[in-house]
């Protein structure tokens, strides 16, 4: 396990750079994606240290996927690897969702909807080989792999933001009275360059831009994008998907776009690499009165992470002290299995059952199956494998 900061910036920053052009398939997939990079390939981080990591962003608001790699940007390489991190991870799809509305009618086509078919097959292999991994580390046992069931059976049969929130909670709970932690030594560092006193100043400018966005009128339509997308970051639990209607409200609210506008940047989000919460470049370069829209494009997407990325920083000076706890271990445990049972939920609906109508499909995932997991090929040749097949087959 290498130090803490002993990774260079510009090593944080062409990793992510790399996840951001490559990982496909929305939040659930980039949580494979991570593992595989930072836990197995780089050695990182440990699996202790990864789930607690996947356990304090799944409690949190915020884009789950995208605080992981800002934490692990901060953890190794400071506030620089941190920026570097968000930035390089975030880039690729923020470039793209720019673009991404004058290329929308070509892809109505059957070769461009063939391509997004790929995708989505894309989808189903990184999260089938996520499901596996974190199942054999993360529900080594009795109680954490009924856990992952009850939890993946509760989610299909409650299919809800809340729902899965509930679950988390319940899962965390059960598992803090039954799981008995291993005596054996573990790694349970996470490591940051700044105390408790810096954790409680992040979490106050977070409260406190929260307070001034909300309750002081400002009029301006750049500070209107700052509220908007930073209420958006602040007060949704469970991802890209969840902030779908909240920010659907706001946008109609505001007159910037049209739903059909919307709903059509959202469709391009989950079709691009890159955290869904870059839907926010799409929206901020389509408001209308904007007197920059390069300027409103930035604010619409800073303000949409800021609130994560504050929380997470500030709840990680304190996690050292309460995660060598036993029933903080469980806490752990529980949430982790749900975490696992919750991708499992995922990966049959709506990944398998969107994205691999036929035996089509499923002989292309099985070869990108060996692709990624048994022949340990980096993610782009896997996209590259699932389009272009994807496409040929169309085309037969």
């Not at 440990?46 to 996947?54: A, I, K, M, P, V």
């Not at 470039?95 to 790929?118: C, K, M, N, T």
């Not at 490591?191 to 009029?219: C, D, E, M, Q, W």
């Amino acid at each position: 396990m290498k130090n803490t900061h002993s990774i260079r910036v510009i090593d944080v920053l062409l990793t992510f750079l790399k996840l951001g052009c490559t990982s496909f398939g929305g939040p659930v997939a980039h949580l494979g994606y991570f593992r595989k990079e930072f836990v197995e390939r780089k050695n990182w981080l440990n699996e202790d240290q990864y789930s607690q990591l996947l356990a304090i962003c799944q409690f949190l608001p915020g884009p789950a996927s995208s605080q992981m790699g800002f934490a692990i940007g901060l953890i190794k390489s400071g506030w620089l690897g941190a920026i570097s991190a968000f930035i390089a991870f975030t880039l690729p799809s923020v470039a793209l969702l720019v673009v991404f509305a004058s290329l929308l009618p070509s892809l109505e086509s059957d070769i461009g909807q063939a391509a997004i078919g790929g995708l989505k097959i894309v989808a189903f292999v990184v999260v089938a080989d996520a499901v596996l991994g974190m199942s054999k580390k993360l529900c080594a046992h009795t109680l954490t792999r009924l856990l992952a069931l009850a939890s993946a059976s509760a989610v299909l049969l409650f299919d809800s933001a809340v729902a899965q929130l509930l679950v988390v909670i319940i899962a965390g709970a059960i598992s803090s009275v039954l799981h008995h932690p291993e005596s054996t030594p573990q790694n349970h560092s996470l490591p940051v360059s700044y105390g408790r006193k810096t954790g409680t100043v992040l979490f106050g400018i977070f409260a406190v831009l929260l307070a001034v966005l909300l309750l002081i009128p400002f009029n301006s339509v750049l500070v209107t994008i700052a509220e908007v997308f930073y209420r958006a970051g602040a007060l949704v639990f469970g991802g890209g998907h969840v902030v779908l209607p909240l920010l659907e409200t706001s946008i109609i609210d505001n007159q910037w776009l049209t739903q059909e506008q919307f709903l059509s940047g959202y469709g391009a989000a989950q079709a691009i690499p890159g955290p869904m919460f870059a839907l926010s470049a799409y929206v901020g370069a389509l408001v209308p009165g904007a007197e920059n829209s390069t300027l409103a494009v930035a604010i619409a997407v800073v303000f949409m992470f800021l609130p994560g990325f504050l929380l997470v920083s500030a709840a990680l000076p304190f996690w050292q002290s309460i995660s060598s706890n036993a029933k903080t271990k469980g806490i752990i445990a529980g949430v982790n299995a749900a975490v696992v049972g919750i991708l499992g939920a995922a990966l049959y609906d709506p990944i398998f059952t969107a994205g691999i109508p036929s035996a089509n499909e499923v002989i292309i995932a099985i070869i990108g199956f060996g692709i990624l997991n048994s022949l340990k090929l980096s993610p782009l040749y896997l996209v590259i494998w699932c389009v272009v097949a994807n496409m040929t087959m169309t085309l037969i």
